[in-house]
């Protein structure tokens, strides 16, 4: 019972951290990165499509990235999604392809990008305290339907609390490391 709750536990708050590291990969640094066109979302055929699945992104240098539609129809509108999209992009086309030149960033969307970062950051943070109080909560009524004993149910919220430390100096250390890479000249 206990095993399977700290398991369980340490299994969702692991998905908490990992879904932080997914929204770090789409918040814009100074190299381009074909992540960050993931939540643009193009309207294709009158159905919103996200855009990587409308096309190839690769980023030939680290300044630009490349996108090739694979339907050279749908150029136009990819190309009006990223210039509407908040990421503050300027792409160009030739017809057959998009390039989009990443600006370098300037210290005041800099400092916006990390506040963004530490929000992200906040959120997993809460998220891995939901689990925690969920875990003990489940350990709680565990104890009082009296399968397992009290000293039990102490040692296993102190397990679960290991867990969140742990887990807790994941976000900080992502943080930390996305901080300082978006802050980097």
Known sequence: ???????????????????????????????????????????????????????????????????????????????????SSDLGLNPASDGQVIRVPFPPLTEERRKELVKLCKQYAEEARVAVRNIRRDANERLKKAEREGQISKDDLHRAEAEIQKITDAHIADIEEALKHKEAEIMEV
């Open 1 to 83: 019972m206990i095993k399977e709750i700290t398991k369980d536990t340490s299994s969702h708050m692991d998905k908490s951290v990992t879904a932080l590291a997914h929204e770090f990969a789409t918040v814009r640094t100074g190299r381009a990165s074909g992540s960050i066109l993931e939540k643009v979302s193009v309207e294709y055929y009158g159905v919103p499509t996200p855009l990587l699945q409308l096309a190839s992104v690769t980023a030939p240098e680290p300044q630009l990235l490349l996108v090739q539609p694979y339907d050279k129809s749908a150029v136009g509108a990819i190309e009006k999604a990223i210039q």
